[in-house]
């Protein structure tokens, strides 16, 4: 009688182990899941910020080329400076 009630409790412990193993294993691949999609969002949002970084920087040296320019067709049109 001792022998069979300890083989059921052992049986039983084992197979609540087993189930409980089981939804350990899912929260780890849920959590593994959330964790790859945000590293993939936080790479998508680090493009984002290298293009824009670099169209600023294309709006910026395009606006040095223009004030350039404006600076050139002023010195031209400007009168020159006659000797007296």
Known sequence: MRKTLAIA???SATLGLAACDKKSEDKQQDANKAAQQSQ???QKAQDKVNDAAKESQEAAQKNAEAA???AKEANEQAPAPTKQ
């Open 9 to 11: 409790l052992m049986l």
């Open 40 to 42: 993939e969002s936080m």
């Open 68 to 70: 350039q320019e404006r």
